[in-house]
T-cell receptor, first 111, second 113 residues
């Protein structure tokens, strides 16, 4: 079945850039999403990219998609302490409306 | 605009009891989804409603789980009888249409003792 993998932890200094990586196995994935979960809260949709795009930028967030390598990344510029959270990568295949999630990457930002 | 709301936020019950979770989608969203995250593992899809019809229930773990969406508005997810392995966080999401972004609620944390 489909599989989505992420590293579990990332620690960065405030002001630096963060890069969270995700790999997936389903080559028919159409939409790829990044969700953020703060402690005690639900999943907040951060951004998403369609499979025919290579890059999408939204303020401090940049999403890069390498379809050949099935690799998705989320770059957060000028990382702030408020960015500390768990970040989930999720993909959707063309023939289904369900999302397949990665395990989530816990981002810790230190001063 | 109100987001997806779930009730209760936390439920603690004993093994063998029954629990019903509720989800109110964003107004106007015909698509409603249930997911769950157990034991710190991945968030897994349970099922998908389009209005009141079950579009995809391939993720439902067994017949102890029953989801309904009468009238095509809010949805309930009943677990009867609850087992220890059902503990986890149950998320609901809704979307305006197929291939539209899914917006999630805060989840219901279910603890089975």
């Amino acid at each position: 079945g489909e599989d989505v993998e992420q590293s579990l932890f990332l620690s960065v200094r405030e002001g630096d850039s963060s890069v969270i990586n995700c790999t997936y196995t389903d080559s028919s994935s159409t939409y790829l999403y990044w969700y953020k979960q703060e402690p005690g809260a639900g999943l907040q949709l951060l951004t998403y990219i369609f499979s025919n795009m290579d890059m999408k930028q939204d303020q401090r967030l940049t999403v890069l998609l390498n379809k050949k390598d099935k690799h998705l990344s989320l770059r957060i510029a000028d990382t702030q302490t408020g960015d500390s959270a768990i970040y989930f990568c999720a993909v959707r295949s063309y023939n289904t409306d369900k999302l397949i999630f990665g395990t989530g990457t816990r981002l810790q930002v230190f001063p | 605009e109100a987001g997806v709301t779930q009730f209760p936020s936390h439920s603690v019950i004993e093994k063998g009891q029954t629990v019903t979770l509720r989800c109110d989608p964003i107004s106007g969203h015909d698509n409603l989804y249930w997911y769950r995250r157990v034991m710190g593992k991945e968030i897994k899809f349970l099922l998908h409603f389009v209005k009141e019809s079950k579009q995809d229930e391939s993720g439902m773990p067994n017949n102890r789980f029953l989801a309904e969406r009468t009238g095509g508005t809010y949805s309930t997810l009943k677990v009867q009888p609850a087992e220890l392995e059902d503990s986890g966080v149950y998320f609901c999401a809704s979307s305006l249409g197929l291939n539209q972004p899914q917006h999630f609620g805060d989840g219901t944390r279910l603890s089975i003792l």
